[in-house]
């Protein structure tokens, strides 16, 4: 009922622990729903990434930049930072995230198909690593910024070297129709126009082809059109630097899944790339932090249906998105199972008024009201896609630590969520715009006729 990868995960005279905590005592003292992170497993994932690196010759020159999306909790890129990964932001705010929770900004690449102008100017003041660019357009706003600035902007394209990753339509981004990078065949005439701008500088190719691969070959299909792509380029005097191959390795969700092993997925990359001058980076998102977590929650009803049984928890899709959002599927089990009580089948449902609401479908569990339910693999796209639809407070989160327990993020309470709304006021008043000059007798003449 377990599945594998998550070592941190026992269970004790039947109880279940993180390390060597007892969930039970987890929820007494913060409350369920909780986010539960186990400090021992981020750091193994990101030693394994580091460890397939350094067994190999070519892995000296290559980079694991994390990705900050899938989980972006300071303590997270902290810990990270502290063991030396650089990261992959799509945003202005993961920027200013990696660089409040110690991040080297020089480590940093930047991603995503609409970075805006004020993105940009401050990743170029931060002095970031890469851009990786994903339109011609985004190439000249990069061009135009960088040039107020009097600086160069290091830059690789994205391309899409259209390679079918098998996995989820909505997590497929490396083909022809996706709205990421350029296509392969375009990217050719956009180096040489980038290589001709004042303001940039061409330093890499990079790619993401997908999200949870649990195959490898796509990578090295990737791979070798990237290459074919340089070699064309370095013909025309565009000599390329690094190769960045995004992330996008899997992880067993369920126990009939194998995720690839690390250094079996990277070894053979490195190898194709060993005997040129060429630095690698990595984006790995999910499989850092995935199996580092799981949602604890409580079972508020046990609801029998027609047909269908519901366990009423107090987690909902607001603190989960991916079973509503991809019918992803989380393994769920029971805290601490009491001898006696009757298994059923449940769909395991949140209190959110949305019929896709669910957190599992047809599970078999001995539960009874009050009692707890982990939710596993949830450290990667769990709390970072989390919402407060509902008015749902978002949960807090936890890092253990051996026989440590700290708070990484507080629970947040209603009053917090809507802290930044305000009343309109009950009689007309100007209200100027920014940058006008409010006439005040006007205003509230054309403003007069409130409902
Ligand atoms: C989402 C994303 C990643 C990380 O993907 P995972 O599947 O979590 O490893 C890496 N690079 C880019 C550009 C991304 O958009």
């Known amino acids: 009922m377990m ?22 005592e987890l929820a007494q003292a913060f409350g369920t729903p909780c986010h539960v992170y186990s400090h021992a497993a981020l750091c193994a994932n990101l030693r394994a990434f580091q460890a397939a690196l350094g067994a190999h010759p070519a892995g000296a020159r290559a980079r694991v ?15 990270f930072a502290r063991m030396g990964a650089g990261f992959d932001i799509v945003s ?43 339109s011609a357009a985004e190439l000249e706003r990069i061009n135009e910024i960088a040039g107020t600035l009097g600086k160069r902007a290091p830059i690789s394209l994205r391309v899409n070297p259209d390679v079918d990753p098998q996995t ?9 129709r996706a709205k990421f990078g350029v296509p392969i065949d375009a990217a050719l005439a956009l180096y040489e126009h980038a290589a001709r701008l004042p303001h940039i500088r061409v330093e890499g190719v990079d790619c993401h082809i997908g999200s949870q691969l649990l195959d490898c070959a796509p990578f090295m299909e990737a791979l070798e059109r990237l290459l074919v792509l340089l070699d064309a380029l370095e013909k025309r005097g565009i000599p390329i630097r690094h190769l960045d191959l995004g992330g996008g390795l899997g992880v067993a969700y369920r126990q009939d899944e194998v995720a690839p092993e690390i250094s079996a997925c990277l070894a053979p990359l490195l190898d194709r790339v060993a005997d040129r001058n060429l630095d690698l980076i990595f984006e790995p998102g999910r499989r850092l932090t995935a199996q580092a977590g799981l949602l604890l929650t409580r ?53 959110i008024c949305e019929s896709g609401d669910f957190l599992g479908q047809k599970r078999a ?49 209603a009053a917090d969520l809507y802290a930044l709304e305000r009343l309109l006021p009950t009689r007309a008043t100007p209200v100027p715009l920014a940058g006008s000059t409010p006439d005040t007798d006007k205003n509230v003449a054309s403003h007069a006729q409130m409902c």
């Open 365 to 413: 569990l001995a539960i009874e009201p009050d009692d707890l339910l982990a939710i596993l693999s949830t450290g990667a796209y769990g709390m970072a896609m989390s919402s407060q639809y509902n008015t749902r407070p978002r949960a807090v989160e936890i890092m253990v630590r051996g026989n440590e327990a700290h708070v990484i993020r507080q629970r947040e309470e």
């Open 168 to 176: 989820h339509p909505y997590i497929a981004t490396g083909l022809k």
């Open 92 to 134: 202005g705010g993961e920027l200013a995230r990696v660089l409040a929770a110690g991040g080297d900004a020089g480590k940093v690449v930047f991603s995503g198909v609409g970075k805006r102008r004020a993105e940009i100017h401050a990743a170029l003041v931060a002095k970031i690593l890469c851009f990786n660019v994903e």
């Open 299 to 351: 079972v508020e009803y046990l609801k029998p249906g027609d047909g269908v049984n519901f366990a009423i928890v107090d987690a909902a899709m607001n603190d989960l998105l991916r079973p509503a959002l991809y019918g992803a599927w989380h393994e769920i089990v029971a805290v601490a199972p009491k001898t006696g009580t009757p298994t059923a089948i449940y769909d395991v449902v949140g209190p």
């Open 65 to 79: 930049c994390y990705a900050v999306k899938a989980n972006s909790n300071l303590a997270i890129l902290n810990l």
């Open 3 to 24: 599945p594998p990868d998550m070592p941190f995960l026992t269970r004790r005279q039947g109880v279940l622990h993180v390390e060597e905590l007892a969930l039970p």
